[in-house]
Each structure stands twice: as structure tokens, then as C-alpha cells.
């Protein structure tokens, strides 16, 4: 730094009148032997016309005692009157190595970090003054002042190098600022943002809870959790999330969109295409049905099973499913030991086996009251079978209130009741 810098600086350092100075020995004890030569010298500096003997006198007294921060300090009030930062600044550090908690020094130090513009110095200094003295008012909001200063700059500066492209050098900027204010919400979001442009999602997702715990409940910080967790494949976690959303209102369609592709392509690979067709199906077929439970749930593949003789699903492509949605009884087949895979499955039929799944699933009964349906008596073969269905909101009815035993269930309701039954088995089990 050079000469001119240096006292355009210090300029900038407002000086009381020198009558006006806080004698060290205020807050420093002065050694009884010195006591008398100290005070004159106090008073000589006051005065202001002899500042070199001052320095020199007080050079004699610093060899009789070395560990004498006053006398120090004195010498770093000259400096300053003088402009000489650095040899200010040199006494300072003195007097703080031998009293590490001389206040009259930390704050100088902190007025000096100030000054030459080392605002992450200056609101360290600042916070540790607070620590030692916290009678001043100003030192709070010159301890802010200074913070926002150094953060500002660093901010500044990793935004230019993301714009630049730089990314690893945003991050390292973004790093030091979070190391000058470590409980800046922002902070952390603007750091996870730029993780994420790196698709170094683990990291980003830290940032983002990191962010939630300090700036508390955001929409849009939990939106950007859910995208950090869809990246990482933990499509379940993401997913309650969105749930979470979901019943605030403020729910991210397409962000959900992309969740769901995610989920689908997880359960279904290579099949997603039969998938596809499922959902779009106007009459859900019983090969389609077995498929959709075996991929949702694939823990009923663990279950006990009683093989059974089926005779006609060699051809089919969810053979392997419906061998186990047989077999553990999901899926009655036929008298005849036919399974029929391409017939649509019956509303009835679709009901009893969702309510074999909440049995299997362990999910309690609905304890709301019967729903009146108009064409479902009690002594109906299925009758607590749909109550049990409806009560939990897997199927609707009509507006005339019919449940349509024997009408068709398409491949968008069969979807929407069994991922709503898949809710439903996580939080039984949460």
C-alpha cells in the first residue's frame, strides 16, 4: 500500500482531541515503580509538542518493564496522530500480545482493519470487543457495518466469476463469506444454487437444509430440496416434500412432473413404454392390474405364496406379476385355471383386491361411518369391501351416488388409487 493510500486512509480515522484520548492505564495496570514517570509522560503527550522524546522516554520504560501495554498503547496513540498506520498498527498487536483482552487496543486495530478497507479484520475485531466490552452502542452496528462490507465484496466477486464461468472460484468466494457469517440464510442459498449448476447435488441439498434451519419454512427452499433429492435419485424423500407442498398450496406442477417421470422410470425400466399405455388405458386389463401392484409394491414379491396351475400367461408380459399377485392372492384366476390377461378388470374386482392390499398392508380401517351408496346394499358380496375402499378415498362414486360394480376402471384411476394406497402404507409406517 503505498505512501498516499496509506494517510488518505488514516484520514478517514477520526482522532478525539488528544486531551480527549482514554488513558491506557484505564484499563491496564500501571506497575507502581513507574507509576510517577508514566504520568508525566501521559501528561507530555497530551500536550502534543514533543512526540519523539515521548516515544523515546517511553522505549526506556518498556526495557525496565516489558509486559507494560499502556505504555504501549501510548506509543500506538502517537503513531496515529502521526498517520503512520503501520507502526500503529504494530504497537497495537504489542499491547494485544500482552493483554489479549486491552479493549483500547481492539478497537483501534478494528478502526484500522476498517479504514484500509479488511472488513472480514475489522467485524472479527469488532465481535471479540463485544465480547470484552459491551457498554458502547456503536459497536454493534459498526460490527454489522463492517460484516456487510466484507461480505458485499466477496459477494461480488463470486457473482462475477459464476458469470464468467469460473464456477470453482464462486464457490471458493462463496465459501469465505459463509466463513465471515456462517448463519446467513442467503449464504447458504446462493452457494447451493451455484452446487447445483456443478450437479454436486449432495453438497447443494447440505446448503438448502442448512439455509431451512436458519431462515426457517420457504416454499422455495423446500421446492429447491425436492429438486436436489429428485437429482440424487431419492425420489421418496422428494416426494413427501411435494406432498408437503402439496397441502400448502403452493405445489411446483412441474417440478412434481419431473419427480413422477423419475419414480415411473425407476419402478418400470425398460417397460415404461407398457406404462405409458397403462395410463392411458380407457379399460385397465387384469395383466396391467398385476403389473401395476407388483412395480408399486414390490415387498409383495416377499410374501408367502401358494402357487397355483395358470394356463394361458405364457404369452403375456407381465407374466412374472401375475404369478405373484396369484399366488398371494391379490388375483383370484378363473374355475377353469385361466387367468384371462387381456379381460378389463371390473370395478368390483378392483375394489376387493385393494382392500386385500390394505389387509396385506396393515393399514387400519377407515373409522368414519358407512357412505351411502345407492346401488350397494349391506348384504351386497362386496359391500365392506368398497366401504373399506371409498372410506379411504382409493375410489370414487358417481354424481347419483352408484358404485358401478360392473363397470370399467381406467388406467388413470387405477394409477391415482394406488399411489394414493402408497401414501397411505408410508405414513402407517412413519
Not at 361411518?369 to 349391506?378: G, H, K, Q
Amino acid at each position: 500500500m503505498n505512501l498516499l493510500l496509506v494517510l488518505l486512509l488514516l484520514q478517514s480515522l477520526p482522532l478525539p482531541p488528544r486531551y480527549a484520548m482514554e488513558n491506557p492505564a484505564a484499563v491496564s495496570a500501571v506497575p507502581k515503580k513507574l507509576k510517577n514517570d508514566y504520568d508525566k509522560l501521559w501528561a507530555r503527550f497530551t500536550v502534543g509538542k514533543d512526540d519523539a522524546r515521548v516515544l523515546t522516554d517511553f522505549d526506556r520504560l518498556l526495557k525496565r518493564q516489558k509486559s507494560f501495554d499502556a505504555a504501549v498503547l501510548v506509543q500506538a496513540y502517537i503513531h496515529l496522530y502521526e498517520r503512520n498506520g503501520p507502526e500503529a498498527a504494530n504497537k497495537l498487536e504489542q499491547a494485544l500480545a500482552i493483554n489479549p483482552n486491552n479493549r483500547i487496543a481492539i478497537y483501534y486495530l478494528a478502526e484500522l482493519a476498517f479504514a484500509r478497507g479488511d472488513y472480514a479484520r475489522a467485524s472479527d475485531l469488532y465481535a471479540k470487543l463485544l465480547a470484552v466490552h459491551n457498554t458502547r452502542s456503536d459497536l454493534e452496528t459498526k460490527r454489522q457495518k463492517a460484516l456487510l462490507l466484507a461480505t458485499d465484496n466477496l459477494l461480488r466477486s463470486a457473482d462475477r466469476a459464476e458469470q464468467e464461468n469460473r464456477l470453482a472460484n464462486a464457490e471458493d468466494l462463496y465459501g469465505q463469506a459463509l466463513l465471515i457469517a456462517p448463519n446467513e440464510p442467503t449464504f447458504h442459498e446462493r452457494l447451493a444454487q451455484l452446487l447445483g449448476k456443478e450437479k454436486k447435488w449432495d453438497e447443494a441439498l447440505a446448503q438448502y437444509r442448512r439455509q431451512l434451519e436458519l431462515g426457517g419454512q420457504r416454499e422455495d427452499t423446500e421446492k429447491n430440496i425436492a429438486e436436489a433429492l429428485m437429482n440424487l435419485g431419492r425420489t421418496e424423500e422428494a416426494r413427501e416434500v411435494l406432498d408437503r407442498l402439496r397441502k400448502q398450496g403452493s405445489l411446483d406442477e412441474s417440478l412434481e412432473a419431473k419427480v413422477n417421470e423419475l419414480e415411473d422410470l425407476g419402478r418400470w425400466g425398460n417397460d415404461i413404454g407398457s406404462f405409458r399405455e397403462i395410463k392411458e388405458a380407457d379399460s385397465l386389463t387384469r395383466e396391467q392390474l398385476a403389473a401395476v401392484i407388483v412395480r408399486y409394491f414390490p415387498q409383495v414379491t416377499d410374501f408367502r405364496q401358494h402357487p397355483q396351475i395358470v394356463t394361458d400367461i405364457e404369452d403375456s408380459w407381465a407374466r412374472v406379476e401375475i404369478q405373484t399377485v396369484v399366488g398371494i392372492g391379490l388375483i383370484d384366476p378363473l374355475p377353469n385355471h385361466t387367468f384371462e390377461p387381456a379381460t378389463p378388470i371390473s370395478r368390483g374386482q378392483f375394489a376387493l383386491l385393494l382392500s386385500r392390499m390394505i389387509s396385506l398392508l396393515s393399514i387400519s380401517p377407515n373409522s368414519a361411518p358407512p357412505i351411502p351408496l345407492t346401488d350397494v346394499v349391506p348384504s351386497t358380496t362386496l359391500y365392506s369391501e368398497i366401504q373399506l375402499v371409498v372410506g379411504h378415498g382409493l375410489m370414487s362414486l358417481d354424481d347419483g351416488g352408484n358404485f358401478n360394480l360392473n363397470g370399467n376402471v381406467s388406467g388413470k384411476e387405477a394409477v391415482s388409487a394406488v399411489e394414493h394406497l402408497l401414501a397411505l402404507s408410508h405414513r402407517k409406517d412413519a
